[in-house]
């Protein structure tokens, strides 16, 4: 047997205590660490141009918002070009309403 008291119980919780504290200091660091980085990703992530075309986009660069924009926008376009068409119809209606008159006018004189 050994002369004198037993430490090693003394010195083993305190260094415990102590390897216990470093960890929480280490954890302390590390995610002061990771919130600049975290920032930045965030900040780089949400400043990148949104676009209403999910091909373009990709997962995060895609605004329903803006979609939904780009949806309206071509329904106002389709708008546009049936009505233009029904107009054009109607023109070519009368064209062909006043071609026939003249060519019954032509059938008369002769």
């Known amino acids: ?39 930045g990703a965030s900040l780089f992530l949400t400043g990148c141009e949104t676009t209403g075309d999910p091909r373009q986009g990709g997962l995060f660069g895609w605004s329903e918002t803006k979609a939904q924009g780009r949806i309206q926008e071509r329904e106002d376009t389709l708008n546009a070009v049936n009505s233009d068409t029904d107009y054009q119809r109607r023109r070519s209606r009368r064209l062909e309403d006043t071609a026939d008159e003249r060519q019954d006018e032509l059938n008369t004189y002769r």
């Open 1 to 39: 047997m050994r002369a004198g008291p037993d430490f090693s119980r003394a010195f083993h919780v305190p260094f415990q205590k102590v390897y216990r504290n470093y960890l929480n200091l280490m954890n302390i660091r590390k995610i002061t660490l990771l919130l600049p980085v975290m920032l």
